[in-house]
């Protein structure tokens, strides 16, 4: 067997394998390597690629699980949100949401009101941020592009906006930056066990994707973190488990702000009951999402035009004046959300969205379903019960969760106005070497502190890269830090302009790809591959 890991001996034993690179494998990541725990995370993919690049990327408390009495959700994913925003002010940021209230709506004025001083209260909203009920002209105030007729008023309250696929890969950074292994694109493909009659889990075999290599790892506590995918893990420890996951599909598009020039985020009801976001960001505006049963291949969830009219109807709906049409869709993605399974529920979206640890006689640990936004929590649970193990059976004891107040990488520490004062002071030393103020305020918003570390790299930038100077400094610091290996890699996950900026991964995706093949010496027939895997990744955005 070839030894995959050169930066690791092949017979090393870890405290923890996690197997699953989204946000709760990450997570799991951080805390036990926290405590000292050594820490390896293997992504059969890249970093995110499953549910955790294709959520509404939102931080919330989840008001809707109030309308399901889930008041526990609510309440921890609620005092959650503020712990994400101060661990990393870069990746999240406060969002107001305008929730307009209309006649034959799923929420009354009554009822809204309510909802949000339960939410106020269960999650600990701080003051500046609790909800305000508003008159229908205020309503309109705050955005005039919302239907009129049916309009009995509004709520506004506070969300927090994040990028799913940058928190992780931040929570992930951190992880790595304490000690611990992370390889993506090693597939778990069978678990080792430690004794053929008493069957104990000790680690796992892996094939590196890219390579066809294979490994070993061994580990004493292996966590399955693999989120729409916990099933067929689970299938490799006990071949007759019940299922524990069902599966619905969830799709976003993304329009111009032009199209769709939104004053601010609005969640809003649709006609068959749901609700639904459209929230600005960065040039444009998102849209969703749907809630369907899915059965179909959970690697590539596709769009549909049956999606799509869906999406187009419900917004058109809501902001007659936009009318938005099929050629106005630039981009969008489709997810799939990971539940636990409910006897009795009938719709997909009266499933529950909490989270739960399942524990195997063979020692494997598996947690599944929940939330983005309770990532830290569910680690904490998990991290807990793997340090009681290792102090009931070794009597080795560990160190406390401490996430609650470790920042993700980038992390610029002292709240929101010392966040403030380094993106102003950092930006006005970059406009002195020359920069434009957008790209560096850009770059410094999006990467926090590590940004001063792409703006050293982007030194090294020539002309003939062809591309721009702060795109270079993005694309080398992707591949230096962030264990980017593919095109899709950098452009969908580590800076989401597959879904935000189509228009420049159009103009720059060979100049990356001519960079990417010579920093990975790619011959000429792997760099067509990757060209030609990328292209097609583009091609079916859309149906
Ligand atoms: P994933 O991100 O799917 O990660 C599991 C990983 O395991 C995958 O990357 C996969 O490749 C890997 N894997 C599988 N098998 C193997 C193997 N054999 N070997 C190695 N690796 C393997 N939550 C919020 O808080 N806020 C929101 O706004 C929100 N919106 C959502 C909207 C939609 C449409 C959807 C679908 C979900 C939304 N969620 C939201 C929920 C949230 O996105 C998910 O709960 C979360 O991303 C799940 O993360 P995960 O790590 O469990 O799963």
């Given at each position: 067997m070839q030894n995959l890991f050169n930066d690791k001996d092949p017979d090393e034993i870890f405290d923890v394998l996690v197997i699953g690179g989204g946000i709760t494998g990450c997570g799991i990541a951080l805390d036990a390597q926290s405590r000292g725990m050594k820490t390896i995370l293997v992504e059969m993919?890249?970093?995110?690629?499953?549910?955790s690049s294709r959520s509404t990327k939102l931080i919330h408390?989840?008001?809707?699980?109030l309308k399901q009495l889930e008041f526990k959700i609510v309440a921890e994913t609620g005092s959650e949100r503020a712990i994400v925003y101060q661990n990393g002010l870069h990746v999240t940021s406060a969002q107001p949401m305008l929730l307009p209230i209309i006649q034959g709506?799923?929420?009354?004025k009554f009822s809204t009101n309510l909802a949000l001083w339960v939410y106020d209260f269960l999650a600990g909203v701080k003051p500046a941020e609790r909800r305000k009920m508003l008159s229908v002209s205020k309503t309109l105030e705050k955005e005039p592009l919302l239907r009129k007729d049916n309009l009995l008023g509004g709520a506004f309250y506070y969300e927090y906006r994040t990028d799913d696929a940058r928190l992780t890969i931040e929570i992930l950074k951190k992880a790595i930056e304490l000690g611990a292994v992370a390889k993506n694109?090693?597939?778990?493909?069978s678990l080792i066990w430690k004794d053929r009659k008493v069957k104990r889990v000790a680690g796992v075999n892996v094939t590196?994707?890219?390579?066809?290599e294979t490994s070993r790892i061994i580990a004493k506590y292996i966590v399955n973190?693999?989120?729409?995918?916990v099933d067929t893990i689970d299938t490799l420890n006990d071949a007759a488990h019940p299922a524990k996951i069902i599966t619905t599909k969830g799709v976003h598009l993304v329009v111009d702000f032009k199209k769709l020039p939104l004053q601010q985020s609005v969640y809003f009801d649709v006609n068959d009951g749901r609700m639904m976001f459209a929230i600005p960001r960065e040039g444009k505006t998102y849209i969703g999402t749907t809630d369907t049963f899915y059965e179909g291949d959970i690697l590539h969830p596709a769009i549909t035009e049956e999606d799509i009219t869906y999406l187009l109807n419900a917004v058109n709906q809501v902001f007659?004046?936009?009318?938005?049409?099929?050629?106005?869709?630039?981009s969008g993605w489709a997810g799939v959300r990971p539940l636990i399974q409910q006897a009795g529920?009938?719709?997909?979206?009266?499933?529950?969205?909490k989270d739960e640890i399942f524990q195997y006689d063979t020692g494997l640990i598996t947690i599944a379903g929940g939330k983005l936004t309770g990532y830290r929590k569910m680690a904490e649970r998990v991290v807990n019960l793997i340090a009681k193990r290792f102090k009931d059976t070794e009597k080795k004891t560990f160190e406390p969760?401490?996430?609650?107040h470790l920042p993700v990488s980038g992390a610029v520490t002292g709240g929101l106005p010392a966040f403030e004062k380094f993106v102003q002071t950092e930006t006005a030393k970059m406009v002195k070497n020359g920069w434009q103020e957008n790209d560096a305020v850009l770059l410094l918003r999006k990467y926090g502190s590590n940004a001063t570390t792409i703006f050293e790299l982007a030194k090294?930038?020539?002309?003939?890269?062809?591309?721009p100077q702060w795109l270079f400094g993005e694309l080398v610091y992707a591949l230096q830090?962030?264990?980017?290996?593919?095109p899709g890699d950098f452009f969908?996950?580590?800076?989401g302009d597959t879904y935000f900026h189509i228009d420049k991964v159009k103009q720059y995706k060979n100049a990356v790809i001519d960079y990417m093949a010579e920093h990975f010496g790619w011959n000429e027939g792997l760099k067509n591959q990757y060209k030609t895997e990328f292209e097609e990744e583009l091609n079916s955005i859309l149906p």
């Open positions: 993919q890249d970093f995110a690629s499953g549910t408390g989840g008001l809707r699980y709506g799923s929420l009354s694109y090693t597939k778990v493909t590196h994707v890219l390579t066809g973190a693999a989120g729409p995918w007659p004046e936009s009318q938005l049409q099929r050629h106005d869709i630039e529920k009938k719709g997909a979206s009266e499933i529950s969205r969760c401490k996430t609650a090294t930038w020539k002309p003939e890269t062809n591309m830090f962030e264990l980017v290996k593919k969908t996950r580590r800076t």
